[in-house]
């Protein structure tokens, strides 16, 4: 059974930073799966931040470009989202999410995965 989760929300200062976790289990081999974060506000669609592919590319929204990194540990089986500094409009429920390669994006966005995290939440104050 896949599962991910998702860890190291909080809630910190404009100019801040935090490092999210996307821990998985169950996954076949798990460089064979594309990796996306995403987050969705209140009141807002959830839009895609980065998609990690294997361990050879990673894709970001250009709204995270230069202060978001994705990195990933195959020996633990986790996906880290390295965010510097947040602005309040980074604030939102973070998920990731899986899908066996080969994978459809838009842009940089993962479509349609198949496995979802429950969320964490970010919140960034002014």
């Known amino acids: 059974q896949v599962q991910l989760v998702e860890s190291g929300g909080g809630s910190v200062q404009a100019g801040g930073s935090l490092r999210l976790s996307c821990a998985a289990s169950g996954l076949t081999t798990y460089d064979m799966y594309c990796i996306g974060w995403f987050r969705q506000a209140p009141g807002k669609e959830r839009e895609g931040v980065a998609t990690s592919i294997s361990s050879d590319k990673t894709y970001y929204d250009d709204s995270v470009k230069g202060r978001f990194t994705v990195s990933r540990d195959k020996g633990k089986n986790t996906l880290y989202l390295q965010m510097n500094s947040l602005k309040p409009e980074d604030a939102a429920m973070y998920y990731c999410?899986?899908?066996?390669?080969?994978?459809?994006?838009?842009?940089?966005?993962?479509?349609?995965?198949?496995?979802w995290g429950q969320g964490t939440q970010v919140t960034v104050s002014s």
């Open positions: 999410a899986a899908h066996l390669i080969p994978c459809r994006m838009m842009g940089g966005t993962l479509l349609d995965p198949t496995y």
